[in-house]
C-alpha cells in the first residue's frame, strides 16, 4: 500500500509543479519514448539475468505493492509454531517431530500458521536443519555452524532479485539519453520545417531524458530498495528461527528457547515479552 501511496506523492508533485510553470502535459505523453526506455530495460534485464532471478523481481514487485511482509503477528504464529514442535519432541521425543518437518504442507500443527507456510525459505530452513537434529550426534556448535552456510546461501539467493532491479534503475538514465539522442535524430530530418514543428519534436525527444532520470531515481531505484529491505527482513525471521532451534538443542526449556527467538526479533517487529506469553498460553 505504501509502496502505490509513494508513487502517486511522485507522480502528483513532478506534475503539480510543471504546471505550475506554466507547463503543458500533454507534451509529457510521448508513447514512444516510453516504449524505447521500457523495451531496452526490460530486454537488458533479460540479458542480465537468468529466469529464477527475473521470476524473484517480478515476485517482489507484486509482493511490495500488495504490501505482504512479516509483521509482529507473523512472528507470534512463527514463536507459537515452535513452541508446538519444541513441546512435542519435549514430550514424546524427536521421533514425534518427523511426519511434520518431512510433511509440513499436510501437518497439522504447521497448517495452524499459513503465514509461516507461505515463506518457503523459513520453511525449508526450519524442516531441513530439525532433521539433522532428529539424526542426532551432532554437537550444538557445529549446528550452529551449518545454520549459519545455509543462512548466507539463502541470504545471496535473496538478494539478487533487489540488486538486479537497482541495476536496471541505474540504467534508465543512460537508456532515456538513448531516447533522447533517437528524438534529435527525427528533429534533424525536419530541419527544413516550420519552428513550431521543430520546437515540438525537441521537446518530444527531451521528454526521453526526464523519463529515464524520473524512473530511476522516483519509481525503479526506491523499489529496488524496498526489494532489499523485504529480502533483509525474510534473513532476520531465518535468524530468529535459528536462535530458538539452537538453544532448543542445547536442551534448555521449550519457553526459554521461545524467548531465544524473540530477541533475535529486530526490535520494531518484535513482539513484547506479555504478547509472547499469552500467545504462548493460547497454545498450551
Known amino acids: ?52 532471478t527475473t521470476i524473484g523481481i517480478i515476485k517482489g514487485i507484486l509482493q511490495s505493492i500488495k504490501g505482504t ?21 519435549k514430550r514424546d521425543g524427536l521421533i514425534a517431530l518427523e511426519p511434520h518437518i518431512e510433511n509440513p504442507e499436510g ?23 530439525m532433521k539433522v537434529v532428529l539424526n542426532g550426534g551432532i554437537p550444538a556448535h557445529d549446528l550452529e555452524e551449518l545454520m549459519d552456510i545455509d543462512l548466507e546461501a539463502a541470504q545471496h539467493e535473496m538478494l539478487k532479485p533487489p540488486a538486479a ?18 528524438g534529435v535524430v527525427i528533429t534533424m530530418g525536419k530541419i527544413d520545417q516550420p519552428p513550431e514543428v521543430i520546437g515540438h519534436s525537441v521537446a518530444s525527444a527531451l521528454v526521453g531524458t526526464f523519463l529515464g532520470v524520473l524512473l530511476s531515481y522516483g519509481f525503479v531505484g526506491p523499489l529496488a530498495r524496498n526489494l532489499e529491505n523485504a529480502a533483509r527482513s525474510e534473513h532476520h525471521m531465518l535468524v530468529c528461527i535459528k536462535a530458538a532451534v539452537l538453544a532448543f538443542a542445547r536442551g534448555v526449556p521449550s519457553v526459554v528457547a521461545i524467548e531465544y527467538g524473540r530477541r533475535a526479533i529486530e526490535p520494531h517487529e518484535r513482539p513484547t515479552f506479555q504478547e509472547t506469553e499469552e500467545a504462548v498460553k493460547s497454545v498450551r
Not at 511482509?69 to 507459537?80: H, M, N, Q, R, V
Not at 501437518?107 to 536443519?129: E, G, Q, R
Not at 534508465?172 to 533522447?180: E, M, Q, W
Open 1 to 52: 500500500m505504501f509502496v502505490l501511496i509513494g508513487f502517486i506523492v511522485v507522480i502528483a508533485g513532478v506534475l503539480l509543479g510543471y504546471t505550475l510553470h506554466e507547463g503543458q502535459i500533454i507534451l509529457l505523453w510521448q508513447p514512444t519514448e516510453f516504449l524505447i526506455i521500457g523495451g531496452a530495460a526490460i530486454g537488458g534485464m533479460l540479458i542480465a539475468n537468468p529466469l529464477p
Open 69 to 89: 511482509g512479516i509483521s509482529k503477528e507473523t512472528y507470534l504464529d512463527l514463536l507459537k509454531l515452535l513452541y508446538e514442535l519444541f513441546q512435542l519432541a
Open 107 to 129: 501437518s497439522p500443527i504447521f497448517s495452524k500458521y499459513p503465514s509461516f507456510l507461505a515463506n518457503k525459505h523459513a520453511v525449508d530452513f526450519l524442516c531441513d536443519t
Open 165 to 182: 532491479l537497482a541495476t536496471v534503475a541505474d540504467s534508465f538514465p543512460g537508456l532515456g539519453i538513448v531516447a533522447a539522442v533517437l
